[in-house]
């Protein structure tokens, strides 16, 4: 199975801080990842998919960028709406597999 | 608007079954594959299983190989999951997911919706 890891676990940041995740894969998997947000009892929402594109309707200072194996989701300016937690997931192969999340808190 | 809604989950008994549904509404059910993707408590995502929109290719993970069947129900717009031979490692929130191609393979595609989720729970 291709294994997702994901730095940091949990990230504290301000309102307005750029932050930065990232995930990297134990194997190439081209750009077939997406990068999913997910609140306690919401629907988790998809953010971005082949690395880098941007689902329609999620605010542009989302963005992803990489491929290979070393991916990051980087958030712009951070609103108090983001304060969740993130996987990225890839789908180049099954079992389609998640990293293990990074917690984004208020500082 | 795209709507995923499961239902099913509860408390059961370790060794025993449970069959979890989830009713799309807001896109043509028939042209899309679907998933199964679940939370352990205090755990990351874990994929489960997905089908085809025709049900002609079905994939599980290890965990679950064996144990459960995915299937769908057109004319109910609805995916299945049936859930055997549960232990204290299936209690987690279960949620599905819309495949996000077209009437393609079941392969290289994400997810571009998901429901809220219904929790499972094994215990004696």
């Known amino acids: 199975d291709i294994r997702m890891t994901q730095s940091p676990s949990t990230l504290s940041a301000s309102v307005g801080d750029r932050v930065t995740i990232t995930c990297r894969a134990s194997q190439n998997i081209n750009n077939w990842l997406a990068w999913y947000q997910l609140k306690p009892g919401k629907a988790p929402n998809l953010l971005i998919y082949q690395a880098s594109d941007l689902e329609r309707g999620v605010p542009s200072r989302f963005s992803g960028s990489g491929s290979g194996t070393a991916f990051t989701l980087t958030i712009s300016s951070l609103q108090p709406d983001d304060f969740a937690t993130y996987y990225c997931q890839q789908f180049d192969t099954y079992p389609y597999t998640f990293g293990q999340g990074t917690k984004l808190e208020i500082k | 608007e795209v709507q995923l809604v499961e239902s099913g989950g509860g408390l059961v008994q370790p060794g025993g079954s449970l069959r979890l549904s989830c009713v799309v509404s807001?896109?043509?059910?028939?042209?899309?594959?679907m998933h199964w993707v679940r939370q352990a408590p205090g755990k990351g995502l874990e994929w489960v299983s997905g089908?085809?929109?025709?049900?002609?290719?079905?994939e599980y993970a290890d965990s679950v190989k064996g144990r459960f069947t995915i299937s769908r129900d057109s004319a109910k717009s609805s995916l299945h999951l049936q859930m055997n031979s549960v232990t204290s490692e299936d209690t987690a929130f279960y949620y599905c997911?819309?495949?996000?191609?077209?009437?393609?393979?079941?392969?290289?595609?994400?997810?571009?919706?998901w429901g809220q989720g219904t929790r499972v729970t094994v215990s004696s």
């Open positions: 089908i085809s929109w025709n049900s002609k290719s079905i």
């Open positions: 807001g896109f043509n059910f028939d042209d899309y594959a």
């Open positions: 997911a819309k495949d996000s191609s077209y009437g393609g393979t079941i392969l290289r595609n994400y997810f571009d919706f």
